[in-house]
């Protein structure tokens, strides 16, 4: 049997960019059929990134295993076609600001009236409640107001925003976990109901024990770029051939750490016997650290480490990352045909299930490839279908 | 009716520290039974953060609407009083290093004879598969080998990591995502699996758009600081009284952003037409946008600036993002009343449910103060538990 945790639940995606189509395509990964609903230009992120024999690289990896639907929303009949998916789906998502689909038309009211057991769930960046409900969202932006960005970065320098959109995706995890809860709940209640992820908070649960230090002392943490603000040593050091990033972040792996470079007895010296005293002699630690560290190879220093049970790894670059075997060992980078564009190489499933996977059925699909499939499955005549696409309220190849 | 999205569902949670337990969070906050099983001397987060009226802050914002039950996994009677457990669980969670379950008895085998319904759940660093599966794992460690820290800082300074630990929450997330996704495949197929979720795979997989720039062009993405490797305008300004991030990612907020500040004749300028020329141009137009925005202050430009569509906002401290109308709108600090220790102030829940939503339950436990409680839900008599008492096989209070 073929079937997977989410066979059988039919998803309608209004969702456009990044935090939404990561959401659907987490929830299409594990097997529902999600129908990516696009305006007659399509998600912009088919013109975005590199695009390769007609097919954007960044599209394809965000829209796998979902279906394609042209449909003019600015139209009343457009509209109308929205509403009749909605009444088969289990599931609407979608990333507008809040307030948007309801301006559309799509009232809370409404789509109970649609659909009793409708799950409508939205990515936005701050909630749809309280004074900021209505700003629009961006990944920086919300990496600056959640706090994200203020605890990374060098001590005296700037604060830091991460390179990857990490408050889109983060955002997206959770409305697709708050989906999967909801589906479950309407098993137990029979109702659907509203889901909501906002980028800001997301973030916000993310910042652990600096949330917690802050909440308990009222200190406000500070950057530490790459040093640990308890543990010493512990950051970036150097080998012959480059750097290693080495955490012995307790007594137990400080010692096996120092057993290792041959330092046992820095860590008997009368003034590196304390915690805080590693830390004032943490410029010392670390240059006697590097000394050992210098007269070998990273290779050599990280399997030795490590085999110790000292947790260390090399800062790999994002080339290096896709080369790396432990990363191809964990199919991390599948290879997916999508047909005339040839191969395109993408990120590859972060959860494992052994028994029911998240696996490919089908790659990103050409914009409104399924427009006429999935209206005749939501009972619609080749006709109405015909007449729609005369008055261009629907798009797509027609297939 | 009080029921929440996995009520009913009993998990055993052999997690420790961040991860694990942020995860097994994640679920009861979502109405699940989650029994924490600790060591006789418990998680060691018991210990860590600021410690209030004798209770971890940081302890307790990771094991709310918990139970714990103290339990000797180092002993026989120990282990087959988990099998006990196991019997009627329909999830177990553990962070453990991969295969230390196995070599406590518990092998995949095992564990199917003793309930073929049981999901196992496993957070770990790298994956249980692959060369560096028996790899110790650490946050620092996970955001240097998954490409997050290379893509992190400033162009000319070194990687970055984050300061809060994305990659063990993230993880967690993860893992509860397929804890869920488990439950409802168990609906459908009768049987349990497993779920992994590893720390370097999960941040992987949130390079997003980083990723498929290698995947598809095979340079590797560079380190940008808080620029923006395509927009400019982008990154952080000053206002009269500190800086602003600003995000105008589209042509059309660029448009709206330049109008605001007075400054449209510079999009009409001959070396300022194009995205490239503005990319070079881009301290000539820091500084004329510095100038505009240094007349008034934050709060002004941060009001007008979003009305008008643009995306910007304040880098706040941690300490303001607690104090933020918005966050506060949002319920993500609440209060719990943790007894004899006071009110406890910590994070909220990120993902709202309208209808059956995430909420507080009980506070964090007491080591072992539910030892007995749930023994005696698992059929063991007044006599067995005291009996194992006497032995040291469990503890705690008692109650």
Not at 75 to 80: F, I, L, N, P, R
Not at 114 to 137: E, H, K, Q
Request: with cysteine; aromatic share 6%.
């Amino acid at each position: 049997m073929n079937v997977q945790p989410l066979t059988g639940i039919r998803v309608i995606d209004l969702t456009r960019v990044l935090s939404g189509p990561f959401s659907t395509m987490l929830l299409a990964d594990m097997g529902a059929d999600v129908v990516k609903v696009e305006t007659p230009q399509g998600d912009t992120v088919r013109g975005q990134g590199e695009v390769v024999a007609g097919l954007s690289w960044y599209f394809a990896s965000f829209n796998r295993n979902k279906r394609s639907l042209v449909l003019d929303l600015r139209k009343d009949e457009g509209k109308a076609v929205l509403a009749k998916l909605l009444e088969r789906a289990d599931v609407l998502v979608e990333n507008f600001r809040p307030g948007v689909l309801a301006e559309m038309g799509f009232t809370e009211a409404r789509l109970d009236a649609i659909n009793p057991g409708l799950i409508v769930a939205s990515v936005n960046g701050y909630g749809s409640a309280g004074p900021y409900a209505d700003r629009p969202s961006f990944d920086f932006i919300a990496q600056a107001m959640s706090g994200f960005m203020a605890t990374t970065g060098e001590k005296d320098g700037p604060p830091m925003r991460a390179g990857a959109p990490i408050t889109d995706l983060v955002a997206g995890l959770y409305c697709a976990f708050g989906v999967v809860n909801a589906i479950r709940a309407r098993e137990l209640t029979g109702r659907g109901q509203r889901v909501e992820a906002a980028m800001v908070n997301g973030m916000v649960s993310m910042l652990a024990y600096l949330a917690s230090e802050y909440l308990s002392t009222g200190r406000t943490p500070q950057r530490n770029g790459n040093d640990h603000p308890i543990a010493s040593p512990y950051g970036l050091f150097q080998a012959k051939d480059g750097d290693i990033a080495i955490a012995p972040a307790t007594p137990e792996i400080l010692t096996r750490l120092m057993q290792e470079l041959g330092l046992t007895d820095v860590l008997g010296r009368p003034d590196m016997k304390t915690a805080e005293q590693r830390r004032a002699g943490r410029a010392e630690l670390n240059a006697l650290i590097n000394q050992r560290l210098s007269t070998d190879a990273q290779e050599h220093w990280i399997g030795r480490l490590n085999a110790a049970g000292v947790p260390c790894g090399k800062v790999l670059s994002v080339a290096e990352v896709f080369e790396d075997p432990q990363v191809k060992a964990q199919d991390m980078v599948i290879e997916v045909d999508q047909g005339p564009h040839g191969i395109v190489r993408m990120v590859g499933f972060p959860v494992k299930l052994s028994d029911t996977p998240a696996r490919l059925r089908y790659p990103s699909p050409e914009l409104g490839a399924h427009t006429d499939e999935v209206l005749a499955e939501a009972g619609l005549s080749q006709e109405e279908i015909a007449g729609l696409r005369a008055r261009k309220s629907i798009g797509g190849s027609g297939r």
